[in-house]
């Protein structure tokens, strides 16, 4: 019998950690303490770093907005993560507004695509970029951002992967976040 995929994960900033972190900031909203290194690990227990300065827990759902057809594309050109090509990464935390959480689910799914194109976008650049969307508000325990987003990408890409940031950033679904920090990440090939 194989083990279940894990759903549950850390984002561990302290000293130790396969990602160097070359980059941290405040783009909405307070930053995080600076750190050298950030460990992604499954949240299983087994990991507890006495020097971390910050622990983010996340957990992998179903895709919310996402229509079907959507859902395909996305499935079909989505690279995995842990390319060995892939020695550029991000963590981007997010926390968007009342305001967000007060619409339906079809109102912030207009916002979402209808508006902001958020998936069109995506899209426009994979399979260059992985990404692994983690949920925050689902966890018991409160947590100071609702979503951490994972990407992964090689040096040759880094030019495409701040397009994709600048395009979400500049749509009308980041008027409702109010707290986001990017972090930028590399590791040895």
Known sequence: MTAAPARLFDFIGGAEGAWRVDRIGAV????LPAVARLQMVAADGSVDPADAAWRLRGITSNERYVE????????ARQPALGRPEATRAALIPIRKNAAWWAM???ERRAVFEAQSRHIAIGLDYL???ARRLHHCRDLASPQ???FLTWFEYAPADAEAFEALVAA????PEWAF???EVDLRL????
């Open 28 to 31: 909405s909203g307070d930053s």
């Open 68 to 75: 079907r057809t959507e859902k395909q594309q996305l499935l």
């Open 104 to 106: 339906t689910q079809d």
């Open 127 to 129: 399979p260059a970029v």
């Open 144 to 146: 100071p951002f609702d």
């Open 168 to 171: 979400l950033r500049a749509s």
């Open 177 to 179: 976040v109010d707290r």
């Open 186 to 189: 590399s590791r040895d090939a």
